[in-house]
């Protein structure tokens, strides 16, 4: 065994499994187990992409001023404030990095997003979870968890896995009850399919606040998941901190001409908007007549539970539907072992997936 050891505060860590394989045979694959952008990727992006500098030999540009600019007329904000990561994973780890001492405590929900208490370490602070309401993040929770080591509290708004979310009087609240000297950090990840008139993705609190930061990400709405696309907002000291520690050319150039593309294919998003709306009630009903629940949702995925019936499970039904390609993400490690967790496709995914879970269950397939 060898003799060099990681530090303490990650020894026990257990690494952040996204689940992406699985396919049982070989040919068309339904992959509803990441929450990628169910239309792909904007056509503009693509051809921009494709089109890009081809002086690839050389390093990116730093600070990507021509996507800061893009996302900041598209968002109405400060292009100075913004700052672009290797995804927001990065953002989240750099934030860590730059904002905790050993020890410090950063408070996140129960079902939040596993890489929070990960970066978290990483850092050498300590992670704390504040208990939900049912699956709804509890700002009284969170505010009962602060203590005078805490330095960071990370908000998923929507949240994942569960896809509920808080509105924007209660993000003031949870604000309101902090400390000035604690980071407030509101991922704002799906906030693009939020239609809720009570909601708010972070821009004016970020606008209001000098300890706020809001996360955006290219992941979802914009269909980028595999060129690693993130960015951050804050106030101006947090910026250049965050732009101080962060790798210098982490976001590679093709990356910054399809993200600047897409910001500005206002048509495309509207369409990855309106496929959700479509889709996302379809599915639940249809997965409501075959006797499943779906938990609430203002995403583009759900929570699916499924019994606890012999053979029933939500695993078993994970494991039917890798056999026929369509891959869906297991729960056991967020603490919700009775559900998957699928994003929602095109309406032939979906159709093929209502069609495979009455399979599953035994059940007449359901009309259109």
């Not at 990095?97 to 129960?110: C, R």
């Not at 709804?136 to 949240?159: G, Q, W």
Request: hydrophobic fraction near 40%; include cysteine; glycine fraction near 10%.
């Amino acid at each position: 065994m060898s003799t060099i050891k990681p530090k303490s505060s990650i020894a026990t860590m257990v690494s952040y499994a996204p689940n992406h394989g699985g396919a049982k045979k070989p040919g068309k694959v339904i992959r509803l187990s990441a929450n990628e952008g169910a239309l792909g990727m904007s056509p503009k992006a693509l051809e921009a992409m494709h089109g890009a500098d081809p002086d690839l030999h050389r390093y990116p540009a730093l600070g990507a001023s021509r996507l800061a600019a893009a996302v900041g007329r598209r968002n109405g904000i400060d292009p100075a404030r913004i700052v672009f990561g290797c995804g927001s994973d990065e953002l989240i780890q750099v934030l860590c990095l730059g904002y905790l001492e050993p020890g410090d405590e950063v408070i996140y929900t129960q079902y939040g997003f596993l890489v929070y208490p990960m970066a978290t370490r990483i850092a050498g602070g300590v992670p704390v979870v504040a208990p939900d309401d049912e699956y709804t993040v509890s700002v009284d929770a969170i505010l009962n968890a602060v203590t005078e080591r805490t330095r960071m509290v990370f908000l998923a708004n929507p949240n994942n896995p569960t896809g509920t979310y808080i509105p924007q009087d209660e993000v003031k609240r949870l604000r309101a009850g902090l400390r000035d000297d604690i980071l407030l950090v509101l991922d704002a990840a799906y906030c693009e399919y939020v239609t809720k008139n009570d909601y708010d993705s972070g821009i004016e609190m970020v606008e209001a606040h000098d300890n706020v930061v809001m996360l955006r990400t290219f992941s979802k709405l914009y269909g980028m998941a595999g060129l690693r696309l993130g960015w951050a907002y804050g106030p101006k000291d947090i910026a250049a901190t965050l732009e101080s520690i962060k790798q210098p050319f982490g976001v590679n150039s093709l990356a910054i001409a399809a993200g600047t593309a897409a910001v500005e294919d206002l048509a495309f998003q509207e369409a990855v908007v309106e496929n959700n709306n479509k889709w996302l009630p379809w599915s639940v009903g249809k997965f409501t007549e075959l006797g499943l629940e779906a938990l609430p949702t203002v995403t583009n995925f759900l929570l699916l539970r499924f019994p606890e019936a012999d053979g029933k499970s939500a695993e078993a039904a994970r494991l039917f539907l890798a056999e026929r390609n369509i891959l869906v993400r297991e729960m056991a490690g967020y603490g919700v072992p009775d559900t998957v967790r699928l994003s929602i496709g095109t309406g032939e995914e979906m159709r093929e997936v209502v069609e495979a879970l009455a399979d599953f269950l035994g059940k007449e397939r359901p009309g259109p």
